[in-house]
């Protein structure tokens, strides 16, 4: 029987398990990357390993989140991560050399390579076949250190691409299509491989915004297939001999197969607050705008800003509009400097951000009150931008210089009846020196920790017993930014007992105190409890407050993942209408664990408030049960090694 790319993948890399969707595999990552925010917490894990070199083919380590340096904290962030990288054979992409995914798609990417990332839009690399998926700071660190990384052995659904793009309709309405048709809920476990015809009508960088909105789909990733197309992207990288050819049997059988006519998809926008609340552009055309934001991992490739500097040309943005510009790598801003479209966007009014994420994790250029502002970026949580009453729309990048240029909500058809041709170059600059390499006398290297840096705090073992109040009832679709939030907060994160102080600080900010004082609880969640980010202070710092254990209807993967390497039970209703039943303030109490939690995925929760008992699915694997056990990885990976 044939294979798909993802079986011929996970086939070679297999360390254990079997290739049985739903069952519990282990593979081998060939490369892993971290980026700042989450980075440092990942190496003062990979440090507390114990390990001295890293071993995986190659690690980087970016700086892209935190780079706005309002105070000490994110420089000293920086030199710790720069002077860890040195001394454990890192490479390290300093601060201004761009966003993560987009310069690991140009300078590091590998077709057939399996990537391990501490961000949920790791799956970018899918855009030239690499196997690539999102994971908290403490799996890329197991990863480094040489060990397996564990995952479901995912479904694999086809989107079989027929057509052709037409004219002012982009990669990104395609992935805002799936979006419309998939939504963010339901499709956790899975892997979207991309075939089909119109797959050869995609260059690269329109692939990879593809597969980076995959996240927001909730699938462990998406990928392409590496082709000609593929091979001459890496050409124009200088990187043609990483290229291999790679494709799925003709005969391949997946576990879905979804057909998209791309000659039949029109502009595309997510409305607020959901990137699955999707609409034609046509619906909602006219609409003021306040802010045009471009940039993001999703949309600032050459190919993305070449084609918005072409619609800019000679026009100016009204006096109500706020263009915002952030390349996302130094060589996009070099290539576009030295080509004179910089000067275009420039005069046509945009603001220059630096090539990092920026605006994107609501860091910097928060909307003014009630804002509309058009973005080219993955996500439109409430909050999100910096401003709570703002309402963020998701668009292309020509949607985007359209609405810039009108306003108003613009279809970006209206701006003519030929979009501007935009051939991907044969050549790129290539300048990696702002990429610095492992250092080759690491004896000599001495890790910089400045105040800013604290230790990965512990858990103690779990006890036969848990109970405590329901600190928290939340609704469906809870995101990792409702949890732990970024923007401002985002300095903090090497610092635990600090961002913990802001656990739901949007949702209710009395949670932290409350869960301090009761000595943690549980947490009660809807539908798709813990979607979007990677960042595991989502489950570090709720475990810090004594967060025991989460219920919720369900779970997207990479929080149920943090929330285990962090001691905390993920527990699912076996009655979803139990939720309905159960009040914030209920005591619950859970016992036995310690023999249930291995000899049954079900297990049986008190209400003692109520008087009431329902059961509850964990579905952990003996090794998750483990984990769970030690008091979390940390401990559990020093117990396995002493
Ligand atoms: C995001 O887009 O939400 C982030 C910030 O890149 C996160 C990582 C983080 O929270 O540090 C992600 O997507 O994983
Ligand atoms: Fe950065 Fe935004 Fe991409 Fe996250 S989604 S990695 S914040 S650019």
């Known amino acids: 029987m044939g294979k798909n790319i993802t079986q011929k993948i996970i086939e070679r890399r297999l360390v254990s398990g079997e290739m049985v969707p739903g069952k519990e595999i282990?593979?081998?990552?060939?490369?892993?990357?971290?980026?700042?925010?989450?980075?440092?917490?990942?190496?003062?894990?990979?440090?507390?390993?114990?390990?001295?070199?890293?071993?995986?083919?190659?690690?980087v380590s970016y700086v892209d989140h935190n780079t706005i340096q309002d105070g000490f904290e994110n420089a000293d962030d920086h030199l710790y991560l720069m002077t860890v990288a040195a001394k454990y054979g890192i490479h390290y992409s300093r601060a201004g050399n761009g966003v993560c995914h987009q310069v690991h798609l140009e300078r590091f990417g590998v077709p057939g390579d399996t990537l391990i990332a501490s961000d949920s839009h790791?799956?970018?690399?899918?855009?030239?076949?690499?196997?690539?998926?999102?994971?908290?700071?403490?799996?890329?660190?197991?990863?480094?250190g040489g060990g397996p990384f564990y995952l479901t052995m995912p479904r694999i659904v086809l989107v079989k691409l027929s057509g052709r793009l037409k004219a002012w309709v982009s990669a990104k309405d395609v992935i805002l299509e799936l979006l419309r048709q998939l939504t963010t809920k339901g499709n956790?476990?899975?892997?979207?491989?991309?075939?089909?015809?119109?797959?050869?009508?995609?260059?690269?960088?329109?692939?990879?915004?593809?597969?980076?909105?995959?996240?927001?789909?909730?699938?462990?990733?998406?990928?392409?297939?590496?082709?000609?197309?593929?091979?001459e992207f890496l050409r124009a990288q200088k990187r043609e001999n990483v290229w291999m050819p790679l494709e799925a049997d003709p005969d391949a059988v997946y576990d879905e197969v979804i057909e998209i006519n791309l000659s039949k998809i029109e502009p595309m926008v997510a409305q607020p607050?959901?990137?699955?609340?999707?609409?034609?552009?046509?619906?909602?055309?006219?609409?003021?705008?306040?802010?045009?934001?471009?940039?993001s991992c999703t949309n600032s490739s050459y190919k993305d800003l070449m084609t918005v500097a072409k619609i800019l040309k000679g026009k100016t943005v009204p006096p109500h509009v706020s263009l915002i510009i952030a390349p996302g790598s130094r060589q996009v801003l070099q290539m576009i400097t030295k080509n004179g479209a910089l000067y275009d966007l420039i005069s046509a009014g945009a603001r220059i951000m630096e090539s990092a994420c920026g605006f994107c994790i609501g860091n910097s250029q928060a909307?003014?009150?009630?804002?509309?502002?058009?973005?080219?970026?993955?996500?439109?949580?409430?909050?999100?931008?910096?401003?709570?009453?703002?309402?963020?729309?998701?668009?292309?990048?020509?949607?985007?210089?359209?609405?810039?240029?009108?306003?108003?909500?613009?279809?970006?058809?209206?701006?003519?009846?030929?979009?501007?041709?935009?051939?991907?170059?044969?050549?790129?600059?290539?300048?990696?020196?702002?990429?610095?390499?492992?250092?080759?006398?690491p004896e000599e290297v001495k890790i910089y920790r400045g105040p800013n840096i604290g230790d990965p705090p512990r858990k103690a073992p779990l006890a036969d017993k848990i109970v405590g109040e329901v600190l928290l009832k939340v609704g469906d679709k809870i995101t990792t930014d409702h949890i732990m939030p970024a923007g401002a907060r985002l300095k903090y994160r090497s610092n635990v007992p600090k961002y913990a102080q802001f656990v739901f600080e949007g949702v209710d900010p009395t949670f932290a105190e409350r869960a301090k004082a009761k000595n943690g609880g549980f947490l009660v969640g809807g539908l798709s409890y813990g979607q979007g980010?990677?960042?595991?202070?989502?489950?570090?710092?709720?475990?810090?407050?004594?967060?025991?254990?989460?219920?919720?209807?369900?779970?997207?993967?990479?929080?149920?993942?943090?929330?285990?390497?962090?001691?905390?039970?993920?527990?699912?209703?076996?009655?979803?209408?139990?939720?309905?039943?159960?009040?914030?303030g209920d005591h619950l109490e859970i016992e036995n664990l310690l023999n249930n939690l291995k000899s049954s995925p079900e297990?049986?929760?008190?209400?003692?408030?109520?008087?009431?008992?329902?059961?509850?699915?964990?579905?952990?694997?003996?090794?998750?049960?483990?984990?769970?056990?030690?008091?979390?990885?940390?401990?559990?990976?020093?117990?396995?090694?002493?």
């Open 533 to 584: 980010s990677s960042r595991e202070h989502a489950a570090i710092c709720p475990m810090y407050l004594g967060v025991k254990g989460v219920i919720a209807k369900s779970l997207e993967r990479i929080h149920t993942a943090n929330l285990i390497n962090f001691g905390i039970i993920p527990m699912t209703f076996k009655d979803p209408s139990i939720y309905d039943q159960i009040d914030q």
């Open 26 to 59: 282990a593979i081998r990552m060939d490369q892993t990357f971290t980026q700042d925010a989450t980075g440092t917490m990942a190496y003062l894990q990979f440090e507390a390993m114990g390990i001295p070199k890293i071993k995986t083919k190659l690690s």
């Open 367 to 441: 909307p003014r009150t009630d804002a509309v502002s058009v973005r080219t970026i993955n996500r439109n949580f409430e909050g999100r931008s910096g401003t709570k009453s703002a309402r963020v729309y998701l668009v292309s990048p020509e949607t985007a210089a359209a609405c810039a240029i009108y306003g108003m909500m613009t279809d970006p058809r209206k701006l003519g009846k030929r979009p501007p041709r935009m051939a991907i170059p044969k050549e790129c600059f290539i300048d990696d020196s702002m990429i610095v390499p492992p250092s080759n006398k």
């Open 122 to 144: 790791t799956p970018t690399a899918g855009g030239i076949g690499m196997f690539a998926i999102g994971a908290g700071g403490i799996d890329v660190a197991v990863a480094m």
């Open 273 to 295: 607050h959901s990137p699955d609340n999707v609409v034609k552009v046509t619906e909602i055309e006219g609409l003021q705008v306040d802010q045009v934001g471009i940039g």
């Open 188 to 231: 956790v476990g899975k892997v979207i491989e991309y075939g089909g015809e119109g797959v050869k009508t995609l260059s690269v960088p329109e692939r990879a915004t593809i597969t980076n909105m995959g996240a927001e789909l909730g699938v462990t990733t998406s990928l392409f297939p590496s082709d000609e197309i593929t091979r």
């Open 603 to 642: 297990i049986t929760v008190k209400n003692l408030t109520k008087g009431t008992t329902f059961t509850v699915v964990h579905n952990l694997t003996p090794r998750q049960a483990d984990i769970i056990m030690a008091g979390g990885l940390l401990n559990f990976t020093r117990l396995q090694h002493s």
